[in-house]
C-alpha cells in the first residue's frame, strides 16, 4: 500500500458527461501529480500542485482541469468525455520536489 | 526538455535467466533516476532510485547504476523469477521547473518457469 488513495477505483460513462476522479496523498506529502496511462501514449504527464499551487502542467487538454485543496487532496475534472479518453488515470504524491513519487491504484475510466 | 528512452519490448526470459533493461536519458543538469513497476492491475511501485553519478540503487536483487558519462541507467538481475513478470518503468526527475517525473514507454516482461 503506497497509502495515495484514488476514488473511484472504476468509471463509465457516456460521451459528453463530466467525471471528477479524486486523490488523496500520503500523509505529509506536499507535491500531487496525475498521469494519464494508455495503451498508444504510455504514461502522460498531464499536471502537477505543490502546495496548493499550479507547479507544472503537460499534456493535459483544455477539457480537463485540476485543483489541489488546503487538505492536499486533489481532484481531475474531465468534461465533454470523448471514447480517446478512456484510459487509467493515475495520481501521485511526492514530499517536495526531484524525489520519489508514490503512486495510486488509479482509476479506470471507460467511455462509451 | 527531459525525456527517456527505454529499449523496445517485450522481453520474455526463462526462470532464472538474467536480465537487462536498457533505459538512457536526455536531461540538464543532475536529475535523479528512478525504475518504477506495475503489476497486472495495479499502480506503480518504485523499484529502486539513484540521485547522483556512480550511485547504485539495489531493491530485490534489482540493481541500476547512474551512469552520467553514458547517459544511462540500465536496470539488471542475475536470476530472474516467474513474480517478476510487470512492466517496467525507467523515469527522470529534473530540478525545478523540470522536478515532475518524466517516464519511459516500459517494457513488458514475462518470465515463463
Known amino acids: 500500500d503506497s497509502g495515495v488513495t484514488q476514488t473511484p477505483k472504476h468509471l463509465i460513462t457516456a460521451t459528453g458527461q463530466r467525471v471528477t476522479l479524486r486523490c488523496s496523498p500520503r500523509?505529509?506529502?506536499?507535491?500531487v501529480y496525475w498521469y494519464q496511462q494508455s495503451l498508444d501514449q504510455g504514461l502522460q504527464f498531464l499536471i502537477q500542485?505543490?502546495?496548493?499551487?499550479?507547479?507544472a502542467k503537460g499534456n493535459i487538454l483544455e477539457r480537463f482541469s485540476a485543483q489541489q485543496f488546503p487538505d492536499l487532496h486533489s481532484e481531475l475534472n474531465l468534461s465533454s468525455l470523448e471514447l480517446g479518453d478512456s484510459a487509467l488515470y493515475f495520481c501521485?504524491?511526492?514530499?517536495?520536489?526531484?524525489?520519489?513519487?508514490?503512486f495510486g491504484q488509479g482509476t479506470r475510466l471507460t467511455v462509451v | 526538455g527531459n525525456s527517456v528512452t527505454q529499449m523496445e519490448g517485450p522481453v520474455t526470459l526463462s526462470e532464472e535467466a538474467l536480465l537487462t533493461i536498457n533505459c538512457t536519458y536526455t536531461?540538464?543538469?543532475?536529475?535523479?533516476l528512478f525504475w518504477y513497476v506495475q503489476y497486472p492491475g495495479e499502480g506503480l511501485q518504485l523499484l529502486l532510485k539513484?540521485?547522483?553519478?556512480?550511485d547504485k540503487g539495489s531493491n530485490k536483487g534489482f540493481e541500476a547504476t547512474y551512469r552520467k558519462e553514458t547517459t544511462s541507467f540500465h536496470l539488471e538481475k542475475g536470476s530472474v523469477q516467474v513474480s517478476d513478470s510487470a512492466v517496467y518503468f525507467c523515469?527522470?526527475?529534473?530540478?525545478?521547473?523540470?522536478?515532475?517525473?518524466?517516464f519511459g514507454k516500459g517494457i513488458t516482461l514475462s518470465v515463463r518457469p
Open positions: 501521485a504524491s511526492s514530499v517536495g520536489f526531484a524525489t520519489e513519487a508514490f
Open positions: 500523509s505529509g506529502d506536499l507535491s
Open positions: 500542485y505543490y502546495n496548493g499551487e499550479e507547479r
Open positions: 536531461a540538464t543538469g543532475y536529475p535523479s
Open positions: 539513484a540521485t547522483k553519478a556512480d
Open positions: 523515469a527522470l526527475s529534473g530540478m525545478g521547473a523540470n522536478s515532475k517525473l518524466t
